[in-house]
Nanobody
Framework: QVQLVESGGGLVQAGGSLRLSCAASGGTFSRYAMGWFRQAPGKEREFVAAVSFAGGRTYYTDSAKGRFTISKDNAKNMVYLQMNSLKPEDTAVYYC???????????????????WGQGTQVTVSS
């Protein structure tokens, strides 16, 4: 089973940038679509972005479009989320997730995450 470990969170001022990283071990990483999710205090976990197994396709929630970029490096077993123009409402715990069971061609907006990392805190101050 794949194990996921996030890093790169922290405190940043509004308008700033952060790059989150997710290191994967075990499993067959190159065959998994990957996603980033987030959970703000008092709110449900929500989808942010997804990338296909080979890294060629991406999908974003409306709030992330134009500001966030997800990427996947199968040679390094890594997934990244570059976040620019951060807003206070982006404050949340960010989770890396893997879809290890869906067919490779499944649309990314139907990502079903079945493996999760422990999360990394992102705090954006106004």
């Amino acid at each position: 089973q794949v194990q996921l470990v996030e890093s790169g969170g922290g405190l940043v001022q509004a308008g700033g940038s952060l790059r989150l990283s997710c290191a994967a071990s075990g499993g067959t990483f190159s065959r998994y679509a990957m996603g980033w999710f987030r959970q703000a205090p008092g709110k449900e976990r929500e989808f942010v972005a997804a990338v296909s197994f080979a890294g060629g396709r991406t999908y974003y929630t409306d709030s992330a479009k134009g500001r966030f970029t997800i990427s996947k490096d199968n040679a390094k077993n890594m997934v990244y989320l570059q976040m620019n123009s951060l807003k206070p409402e982006d404050t949340a715990v960010y989770y890396c997730a893997a879809d290890t069971r869906s067919p490779l061609t499944k649309p990314l907006n139907q990502l079903v995450a079945d493996r999760w990392g422990q999360g990394t805190q992102v705090t954006v101050s106004s």
